[in-house]
């Protein structure tokens, strides 16, 4: 048998990908994540739910849908479409292969399984144990990387608590998290006892992550561990809270990614993920993760936030920036770590291409109106363009963001259509533009509010005669 080659340069990744013979499916109820990665990858193809592209998406499979489903979380969706008929036809078809998903469980994994496919993610036993808050902050300390300050423990009352808090010289104003979840809904404001009371029942019994509450600008970055080291994509800051965009106090609602500025945080943030990464591969996790920072904005410190064991809703900018502008989308190496591949390339000199690029920002649109009502008309997927009065109108049919050409147009990835239904919270969709979407002191831009006014004006609806069971999470389908 000949010997493999080596994969020593860029142009042997991309001979690499283009001459890939094993499908490699991304499945998730959208494209979103990693729209735009099949540009440059044989036989890769997407499997959603949501049907964002009218069937027009080349690389795009949307089964056909039989009856109302009533999913809890992205898992629930995946584990759908695996089950589905018309999913698992289209599979066999095409012969085994690797399957890529953001979220997945142990059902999940039993299902690619019977179907002769490869998750290339690691397992979820190993993803389950990093997400937690509590296993985050323990890896961060033994790679160096440092949280905010805090102290780890449980309390079954505020008094307890706040012993906790005191030991560890943290004050009385608290930020308090417990292992797992959505930060948005498991992380906790303590101020009083009042507080605690209202949010005991999520507290007591749990291993609890207790910190001083800072001023800080949230961001996030994502990375890839692999064997030779861990890549490390452009720092975002993150998006939050806006009621243009999500009815949620505090909820992530998009990012910023943008040169000029910042350069010290910029190097120690890079230095942590880097850290970060090494020791995930030694704990055995390997590929794409997610690693959000807190900058403090009194002292210029820069905090360890979390962990996220996947690819995430930062994304999409992580794989424009980096293979627009850095020659070689980052998500290639993540590959590289799962498939049938023997490579050996200069990782800073890969890192050094990412260094500099044009501001970008995306908003994730939920609707934030406390009404439920059926969309009969949705906007497009594609390009849209606005004009001075803040109008917008469709330019061009798109299948990513690649081709977004100035500030006055944006892509816009449907979500719900005609048919679905409106209520407070659903995702509608996904805006990317080129520039920033956020001022410097986290105000949303006016651009960014005529945007997300404007596509909000292109779905038209019907009031419902009757009430109808919409779903009581915030269930993220992206």
Known sequence: MAKKPVIRSLS?????????????????????????????????????????????????????????????????????????????????????????????DE????????????????RVKLRKWIDSKVNTTR??????????????????????LMALAAKAKLGKDLVVQTPYGDSGRTTFFIKSEADWQKYAEDMAGEDLKVMKRINHLPGTVEAVATRHGTLVGPIQTDITGFGELTPYKGGWCGNDVFTGGMERERKAVLKMAQRLG????????????????????????????????RV???????????????????????????MDADWELDLSQIQKRWAEFDNWSQLILKYPEDKVEMITKAPSSGIWQMDDKGDIKLVRKSIDWFLVSGEQEAFYLRVYTGGDYRYKGADMGILVSRGRMQNDNRTLTERAKKWAAAIHSKFETVPLTAPVAVPETKTKMY
């Not at 969706?77 to 066999?92: A, C, E, G, S, T």
């Not at 059902?107 to 690691?122: C, F, Q, R, S, V």
């Not at 704990?283 to 997610?290: I, M, S």
Request: net charge negative; glycine share 8%.
């Open 312 to 338: 995430s809703g930062a994304s999409p900018l992580t794989n424009l920036i980096t293979s627009t502008y850095g020659g070689c989308p980052i998500y290639f190496f993540h590959l590289l770590e799962f």
């Open 139 to 160: 890896l961060g300390n033994e790679a160096g990387v440092k949280s905010a300050p805090n102290t780890l423990g449980r309390a079954k009352t505020y008094a307890e």
């Open 12 to 104: 042997d990744v991309y001979e690499f990908f283009r001459l890939n013979q094993k499908p490699i499916y991304f499945l998730s109820p959208t494209p979103y994540n990693i729209l735009g990665l099949g540009r440059w990858v044989n036989k890769f193809e997407y499997i959603n739910f949501f049907d964002s592209f009218d069937g027009t998406h080349p690389k795009a499979f949307v089964p056909r849908e039989h009856g109302p489903h009533e999913f809890r979380s992205i898992e629930d969706v995946n584990n759908h479409l695996l089950k589905h008929p018309q999913v698992r036809d289209y599979i066999k078809a095409r012969g085994p292969g690797y399957l890529l998903l953001v979220m997945l």
């Open 278 to 309: 090494d020791r995930l591969y030694k704990e055995g996790y390997r590929g794409a993760f997610c690693m959000d920072f807190l900058i403090d904005t009194d002292s210029g410190e820069v905090y360890l936030g979390e962990i996220n064991p």
């Open 107 to 122: 059902e999940t994994e039993k299902l690619a399984k019977d179907l002769g496919m490869k998750i290339a993610l690691p």
